[in-house]
């Protein structure tokens, strides 16, 4: 009925007003504007987060890594603050690039290579092909049919672009352990196989505290990055049908993308649109893990976990919930299993959006059966990021935190701490909506057999 609207509209006197032929053009550009915008989210977001690696004076192979826990100005999609982030954007365009990881010794390291579709190349440290040994990755770029050498662990990639995400977990908060830790980051190599014999130093680059906007704009411009990606990547069989489509909004691989004036002012209201829609697969799409609970996992969450985020099985490639995912988080593992069960919550406990401008409590039960504690973390609904210029934005259940007599902590949000109880106050912003992620690690029976639930968050005056 909607779509119906565009094409004619009946007056009050029963005159068929008919849209003029700019009408009918612009809303032809609008509807495939938001299938492109839906399609390229995730090449988008990818060259977000490279720009905000530029933008901390980085080149292509250096390493960006966080001395201490992420705070706020950390604006990626869904990080938790409790992590110690490593991260680098490769590029194997003049050839293959080598990965020298170091043995997770004095502590944890482990995340995912990722190409620019943001599918997850391969698993690597503790929860992945080194096991935690410790070894040599080789980065390979399309088609590659040359020589590996012996040692390495191959990795093809469909496309010129990628980046990995690392976690860092020290052995403790103890200041000693956390520096041991940081070392296997100093430990990290990657530079181009061609250099091998003569390698170059990496520089590794402290972010801490630094401003690192990684986040994709979701206006006009979104279509000009999205240019810039297919043109600086191979298309894909499975993207041939997109790319003819993208042709209609002027955008066309190997040409310049320069939409007039009218055109960018369509293409602005269709990001929007598309911006819409992934907000909506989050706040509305999750599917409660406990009956009736307000906590649950949106479906892009779970198709990616059956198809290891590639998003495509044998017969489809769902790009819905490609791009709701790819607004929503990143650094994706291949093999599912190792991270923490990660369950949402846009709604209160009477079902209404969470409001940054009210205050809410969430009662955390005594004695959550998780072999590794957990962490309930704050994000602007808009961004999927933190919320730009939160004081708190996580509390995990090692934080000295107030607790009940029953064991029980109470959890409070809102724009202003609760009095008394600073400690347990994650904070949030008048006029934004937000949501929370309940990350519990090392869920055990109680949890996944859903005997045991968390309560749901609840407004308070």
């Not at 004076?57 to 100005?73: F, V």
């Not at 206006?219 to 999205?226: A, W, Y």
């Amino acid at each position: 009925m909607a779509e119906a609207a565009h094409v004619a509209a009946v007056t009050p006197r029963g005159r068929i007003d008919r849209p003029s032929p700019d009408q009918i053009a612009d809303h032809a550009i609008r509807r495939r504007a938001v299938e492109a915008a839906i399609w390229g989210m995730p090449m988008v977001a990818v060259d977000a987060m490279r720009q905000a690696f530029f933008r901390a004076g980085a080149r292509y192979h250096d390493i960006l890594y966080l001395s201490r826990p992420a705070d706020s100005r950390f604006q990626i999609p869904t990080p938790t603050a409790s992590a110690l982030y490593v991260y680098f954007n490769f590029t194997v365009k003049d050839g293959p690039v080598v990965l020298e990881f170091p043995p997770s010794v004095g502590g944890t390291l482990s995340g995912s290579l990722l190409d620019a579709w943001q599918a997850p190349l391969a698993d690597v440290g503790a929860d992945g092909e080194d096991r935690g040994n410790g070894g040599k990755y080789l980065l390979l770029p399309p088609g590659f049919r040359g020589d590996v050498a012996g040692g390495h662990v191959p990795v093809h990639s469909s496309t010129y672009n990628g980046y990995a995400m690392f976690r860092l977990t020290p052995t403790s908060r103890a200041p000693a352990d956390t520096a041991r830790a940081l070392d296997l980051v100093k430990q990290l190599r990657v530079y181009p196989r061609s250099e091998a014999v003569n390698r170059p130093p990496s520089r590794h680059i402290d972010i801490a505290g630094a401003p690192f906007d990684g986040i994709a704009r979701m206006d006009e411009t979104f279509f000009e990055v999205l240019a810039k990606m297919v043109n600086e990547e191979p298309v894909q069989a499975q993207d041939l049908v997109a790319m003819g489509q993208l042709r209609s909004i002027g955008l066309e691989k190997g040409k310049a993308f320069r939409p007039d004036p009218a055109t960018r002012a369509v293409l602005r209201r269709a990001a929007r649109e598309a911006h819409e829609t992934f907000m909506t697969a989050i706040t509305t799409g999750a599917t409660p893990y406990w009956s009736d609970a307000k906590w649950g996992i949106p479906p892009c969450i779970v198709t990616g976990s059956r198809t290891g985020f590639t998003y495509q099985n044998g017969h489809a490639l769902n790009v819905d919930d490609r791009g709701a995912m790819f607004f929503f988080g990143c650094g994706e593992p291949k093999h599912a299993g190792g991270p923490p069960l990660a369950l949402v919550a846009a709604r209160d406990r009477a079902s209404a959006l969470l409001d940054g401008g009210r205050s809410y409590r969430l009662r955390v039960p005594a004695n959550v059966p998780a072999k590794q504690g957990w962490t309930i973390t704050a994000y602007d609904i808009e961004t999927s990021a933190f919320i730009a210029g939160a004081p708190s934005v996580e509390i995990a259940s090692e934080d000295d935190v107030h607790t009940n007599r029953d064991g029980s902590v109470d959890l409070f949000f809102g724009p202003k701490p609760p009095a008394g109880k600073p400690s347990n106050w994650i904070s949030t912003a008048t006029g934004k909506r937000w949501m929370a992620v309940c990350r519990i690690y090392g869920p055990e029976r109680a949890i996944r057999e859903r005997t045991w639930t968390m309560n749901d968050i609840e407004a308070v005056k």
